[in-house]
Structures are given as structure tokens and as C-alpha cells.
């Protein structure tokens, strides 16, 4: 078997496992930007929304409980609400005075500020939604703080105002702090992600690395090299696949071997024959006739079993190759088969063969009555061949719902359980062989094409010591 050539694209000449490596480190730094862009970059506007909306939140609480509970709940609820989000409190009456304050905060914006106050009245009640939201400058601190106001009850006719204040912790220092973590962290996790990518590539590549070195071996023709998928399921499932292909190339080498010396043995007998009677000719029988014809008759019968091997060869590689078309007709199959059991008269009466045929009313079918024709006819000339020492073969027609089936039987040998999946292989030979009185050794073969070709069942049964019955089924 010649090596086999290997061709590398450019893409090809990256080992996998400097793939796998790659992956895992442009996973680790990807993961490293998100982290970066949202927790450096968004994370002031990500804080002053998260504010704002606590500060609605708190808010709409605030307005749905003003008309619902007592003066002393409603000062627990907003001193609570005041607490647990760090607000500055103001109620305002609808003339926007202060009826109530909670202070929070070290440095209220609205509190205790009545001219303030009376603008942000103003605002919310030129607002479209009557609401107003801002961030402001505290003018002593210098720190943002967050403004939200909102009418309380009808907001065409409001009984007062809700102003919330609450400030803004500045967001630049503590990005700082995050950044300098940020920049420890990612120094420390780079490198252990380098390291454990490295080592988790190569444990993934291992397998892959040694199927490879063994798949070289098999390509070199060495067929007892052995596949150590070990390591994932994927591994094995590959080092299974692979030797299963070099059990099946490994018998299809041998069997080539083998076909190669039985179709060069089946050649150089008759060659040889051909040789000797055409010298005998020439120096010896060539003024007697009886002689002559002797000999000439044989070179005749020779030289037609050369061209029956040949054109046995010829017509398998077409039937294999696809090359080889169907050419359907209909006709009574019970008759073909007394046709074809009828050419074998001769060789039955001089051989002491005898066929028995079990016809089933006559049904007729479509195929290719050719190819059938040498379907049945190798069966035959397969079991007259393995047959016992009773010289009794039994064909059979079996007419079913669904098509006819025909039989073959013999009464030879059989053949070993192990054996009978190997029986139609072209590049099989039975351990039983016998020289054929008729055909080429290639019939099975021709049989399991042509059968194939049609798309019909086919099979063997054997029984060893009491002969084997081949048959198949032409479709209705």
C-alpha cells in the first residue's frame, strides 16, 4: 500500500493545541475588557440611574401613604425610607411652605431653604409630568447632589410637594480604587490564565497527538498499529472509528493479496495448457487429425474459460463502478428458471449433477432479465460446485405478497457462522474451495452487484454438515 500524501493548508500548520491555547487567552482578556468598559467607563451613569430610580422609588412610597396614615406612621415611614437610602426629606404645603423635614444628610440642599424651595415648587408645576429630576452643584460642598421632586395627591391640584435630596458620592475616586484593584487582579488572573490555558491545551491535544502518530503508522501500511483514544469520549470515539478502518483495510489488503494469487493461478493454468497443446500440435499431432482435434479442443475450451474470466472481471468492475445500467422488461419467472436450469442438461448428465426445480405458479415480474439471468445462473454453478457428495441441487420459486423468492440449495459442507459475511465479498475465497466445473470464481461477487444494483434482498443460511441455501427475493 502506497503512503499516503499528505497535503497542508496554511491554516492546517497551526497545532491544535496552540488553537486551544489562543482560544482560552482571548476568552480571558474579552472577559477582561467587559470588565473594564463596565466598571470603569459606565459606572457613574450605571450609579446616578440607580439613584434616580431609588429616589422615584422612594417617592411614589412617600405620596400613596401621605393621605393614608397618621402624622407619627408616616414620620417612621420617611424617617425609614430617609435611612435606608440616604435622603434628605422635605414636605411643602401647596403655597410651598416646609410642613415637614427629615434630615439625612450632613449638607442638605432643600432643607431649611424656603427661596430654593419655592423654585423647585415653581419647576414641578411647569413640568409637563410634574415631576423634575437634576443633578446640582451644592455650592459649599462642591459635591453633585440629586434633586427629585413630585406633587402630592392631584397633581392639577396638588395639596403639596415632595422634594428628595440626596447626594452624589463622588464616582472619580472611587473608579480609582476599583482600577488599581482592577489592574492587580487582571495581572494576577493573565497569568494564571496563560498557565492553565497552556496546560489544558496540551491535555486536550494529548490524545489527538498520539491517534495522529498512530493514523501515520496505518498510512505507512503498518495494519497492527494500535489507537489510544484515552483522555475524552470524543478521543475514543475517533480511536474507535479508526480501528475499525484498519481491521477493514487490513482484510481488504489481505483479500486483494489473495485475489491477485488465486486470479494469477486461475490464469497461468490455462496459459499453460494453451502452451503445451499448441507445441504439442506443432511437434506432434500435427499430421494426425483425431489427434489434432484433440488437442485443438482443448485449447478452444481454455481460451473460453480465459475470456469467461475475463468478462466476469470486466463486467463486476462496471456493476461496481455504476457504470453498469438496468434495463427492466417483464417476463414469467417460473419459466426463465426452467430456461436456465435447461443449459445445464449437459453438464448434469455428464457429471452425474441433478437439479431439482420446485416451480410456484407462474408470476410475472420486472427487472433486468439479463442480469437476473446470471444471478440465477451463478447460484446454480455455485452450488453444482459445493454441492455433496450426493451431486443434488434444489432450486426453488416461492411466490410471496410482496414478490418471488428464489432458493439455491446445496448439500455440501455449509459454511462457518463467521464466514457467511464474507461469502459474497469479491475478495473472498471459501477454505472449502473446489475448482469450478464451470464459471470464473467470481460469481458470488456478480451476485451481491447485480442484487445490489436492483435494490433486492439477498442472503445465506448454512448449516455446517448439511449445506448451505442462498437466495433472493425480486421485489413485486
Request: aromatic share 8%.
Amino acid at each position: 500500500m502506497k503512503p499516503i500524501k499528505r497535503i497542508h493548508s496554511a491554516n492546517s500548520r497551526i497545532p491544535l493545541k496552540f488553537k486551544i491555547w489562543m482560544y482560552f487567552v482571548a476568552f480571558t482578556i474579552m472577559v477582561f475588557v467587559l470588565l473594564w468598559l463596565f466598571q470603569i467607563l459606565f459606572l457613574e451613569n450605571f450609579y446616578e440611574r440607580m439613584k434616580t430610580k431609588g429616589a422615584s422609588d422612594s417617592a411614589a412610597t412617600i405620596a400613596a401613604s401621605y393621605d393614608d396614615l397618621d402624622s407619627e406612621e408616616l414620620d417612621e415611614l420617611i424617617s425609614k425610607i430617609a435611612l435606608e437610602n440616604d435622603l434628605c426629606v422635605e414636605i411643602l404645603d401647596r403655597y410651598g411652605r416646609s410642613v415637614y423635614s427629615k434630615k439625612v444628610l450632613g449638607d442638605c440642599l432643600i432643607h431649611g431653604r424656603e427661596n430654593s424651595t419655592y423654585i423647585y415648587v415653581r419647576m414641578i408645576s411647569d413640568s409637563e409630568d410634574h415631576i423634575i429630576k437634576y443633578k446640582i452643584k451644592n455650592p459649599r460642598s462642591n459635591y453633585d447632589m440629586l434633586l427629585y421632586g413630585c406633587t402630592l395627591g392631584d397633581s392639577e391640584n396638588p395639596e403639596g410637594y415632595l422634594l428628595l435630596n440626596s447626594a452624589l458620592v463622588p464616582v472619580g475616586s472611587t473608579v480609582s480604587i476599583i482600577k488599581r484593584q482592577l489592574m492587580i487582579i487582571t495581572a494576577l488572573l493573565i497569568v494564571a490564565a496563560f498557565i492553565i490555558s497552556l496546560f489544558l491545551s496540551r491535555r486536550i491535544a494529548r490524545p489527538i497527538d498520539r491517534i495522529t502518530k498512530s493514523a501515520e503508522e496505518l498510512a505507512k501500511g503498518n495494519f497492527n498499529t494500535k489507537f489510544d483514544g484515552r483522555g475524552y469520549l470524543e478521543a475514543k470515539q475517533l480511536a474507535d472509528t479508526l480501528t475499525y478502518a484498519e481491521k477493514e483495510l487490513s482484510r481488504v489488503d489481505t483479500m486483494q493479496r489473495d485475489l491477485i494469487a488465486n486470479v494469477s493461478h486461475d490464469l497461468r493454468t490455462p496459459l499453460t495448457m494453451l502452451k503445451a497443446y499448441a507445441e504439442m500440435i506443432r511437434d506432434l499431432s500435427g499430421d494426425n487429425p483425431k489427434k489434432r482435434n484433440e488437442h485443438l479442443e482443448i485449447i478452444i475450451n481454455e481460451t473460453d474459460r480465459l475470456s469467461a474470466m475475463v468478462n466476469d472481471i470486466l463486467d463486476l468492475s462496471k456493476l461496481e463502478s455504476g457504470r453498469q445500467k438496468l434495463e427492466p422488461t417483464e417476463f414469467g419467472i417460473s419459466s426463465k428458471l426452467s430456461e436456465i436450469i435447461g443449459r445445464f442438461k449437459g453438464i448434469s448428465e455428464k457429471m452425474g449433477y441433478n437439479i431439482h426445480f420446485a416451480p410456484d405458479e407462474e408470476r410475472m415480474v420486472r427487472c433486468d432479465v439479463v442480469k437476473i439471468e446470471q444471478v440465477i445462473y451463478n447460484l446454480i454453478n455455485n452450488a453444482i460446485n459445493y454441492t455433496g457428495e450426493d451431486k443434488q441441487v434444489y432450486v426453488r420459486q416461492i411466490n410471496c405478497s410482496d414478490g418471488v423468492l428464489i432458493e439455491v440449495e446445496d448439500t455440501g459442507d455449509g459454511i462457518e457462522e463467521d464466514k457467511i459475511k464474507l461469502i459474497f465479498d469479491k475478495y473472498y475465497r471459501s477454505e472449502n474451495h473446489k475448482r469450478e466445473v464451470i464459471g470464473t470464481g467470481l460469481g458470488l461477487s456478480i451476485v451481491k452487484a447485480v442484487l445490489k444494483l436492483h435494490g433486492y434482498d439477498y442472503g445465506v443460511r448454512s448449516t455446517l454438515g448439511k449445506g448451505s441455501t442462498f437466495w433472493f427475493k425480486i421485489n413485486a
